[in-house]
């Protein structure tokens, strides 16, 4: 589903948006990512990519599966694990969908179960991407409530998913949550990050570990896309630490001159610190990140051009 929610992200704009919902979300999220597809499909470069023939066709044949129209009917996502499940993801879809299509594939898919949970009933079915463990095949869970289709790999788990959003169990809070848009902004994705497990060592695995939380957000205002990061430290001189690492990790990333455009980029982000938080932001025209997305398309088709048989001599190869 995961795989999929990333392929259906663009497709042509609507009415409304689906802004992130603090009601259902449990409150001890240790990650949290939210995609308003309508706000995206509505932005410039959602727009410029759902021009792409070749985008359209994938939505289109996407869309017969499950019956729907997926560039209209399709409006937000919302994954989150908690501090109790950090490795248990819940992936919340927000569409206008028909249940009883989504029941019919559901039943033709392999080891279909159903179980009733007080007033909800929890599909599973054999999840064939995962191998078996300890011999016993995962499974894959999912809920129908109102124009939400919840997903998650464990029943009990997605029953106290479906808890929260009936009201039945703690959701999270909107005054600690994801701050809304400043006047004039669609906010097309955003996210925070409160609980870090990395087996790495590395700088940019310290930065995490050094910070309390982290917050990412992708914006559009007056035609200028803006990504923008936020580091929360314990204390200012934590902060301090962070801010050098980062500006050295940008360092490296400016060094790669034989791409303009990562170039470009790099040169475009702002490190600054406030006290006990870092703050990296990114702002460029959509225009000119459209001609970045259409740039990187003709070079990754001469690529695949270069490498077939035959294509061209073994110099134009290289």
């Known amino acids: 589903m995961l795989a999929t929610a990333a392929a259906?992200?663009?497709?042509?704009?609507?009415a409304f948006a689906v802004p992130f919902n603090p009601k259902?979300?449990?409150?001890?999220?240790?990650?949290?990512f939210h995609v308003d597809c309508d706000a995206l499909r509505a932005s410039s470069v959602g727009q410029s990519i759902l021009s792409e023939p070749e985008?359209?066709?994938?939505?289109?044949?996407?869309?017969a599966i499950f019956?729907?129209?997926?560039?209209?009917?399709?409006?937000?996502?919302?994954?989150?694990?908690?501090?109790?499940?950090?490795?248990d993801g819940v992936l919340i879809v927000y569409a206008d969908f028909d249940p009883n299509r989504l029941l019919i594939l559901a039943k033709a898919a392999d080891g279909f179960q159903s179980v009733t949970n007080g007033s909800h009933?929890?599909?599973?079915?054999?999840?064939?991407?995962?191998?078996?463990?300890?011999?016993?095949?995962?499974?894959?869970?999912?809920?129908?409530?109102?124009?939400?289709?919840?997903?998650?790999?464990?029943?009990?788990?997605?029953?106290?998913?479906l808890d929260v959003m009936d009201g039945h169990a703690p959701a999270f809070s909107s005054t600690k949550?994801?701050?809304g848009p400043d006047p004039g902004e669609s906010i097309l994705l955003q996210g925070e990050l409160l609980k870090f497990e990395f087996d790495s060592?590395?700088?940019?695995?310290?930065?995490?570990?050094?910070?309390?939380?982290?917050?990412?957000?992708?914006?559009?205002?007056a035609n200028n896309m803006t990504a923008s990061v936020r580091l929360e430290a314990p204390d200012a001189e934590t902060a301090t630490k962070i801010a050098s690492i980062a500006q050295g990790l940008l360092a490296l990333l400016e060094l790669q001159k034989s791409d303009t455009n990562v170039l470009?980029?790099?040169?475009?982000?702002?490190?600054?610190?406030?006290?006990?938080?870092?703050?990296?932001?990114?702002?460029?025209?959509?225009?000119?990140?459209?001609?970045?997305i259409k740039e990187g398309q003709k070079k990754a088709e001469r690529q695949a051009q270069d490498g077939k048989p035959g294509a061209n001599s073994p110099q134009e190869n290289k």
Request: aromatic content about 4%; charged content about 25%; proline content about 5%.
């Open 121 to 161: 009933v929890i599909y599973s079915w054999l999840d064939d991407k995962k191998k078996a463990k300890d011999g016993e095949r995962p499974r894959l869970c999912g809920a129908i409530l109102g124009h939400r289709v919840i997903f998650g790999q464990i029943e009990s788990h997605l029953a106290e998913a």
């Open 177 to 179: 949550g994801l701050p």
């Open 201 to 221: 060592d590395d700088d940019k695995a310290a930065v995490f570990k050094m910070s309390k939380s982290v917050r990412v957000k992708l914006s559009e205002v």
């Open 67 to 87: 019956d729907f129209d997926i560039s209209k009917q399709l409006h937000g996502l919302t994954i989150y694990t908690t501090e109790g499940h950090p490795k």
């Open 264 to 292: 470009k980029l790099a040169n475009a982000i702002v490190i600054k610190q406030d006290g006990p938080a870092v703050g990296l932001k990114l702002s460029e025209p959509s225009s000119a990140l459209i001609d970045m």
């Open 24 to 32: 259902d979300v449990a409150a001890d999220p240790a990650l949290l």
């Open 55 to 63: 985008v359209e066709d994938k939505l289109v044949a996407v869309g």
């Open 8 to 14: 259906v992200l663009t497709g042509a704009p609507v």
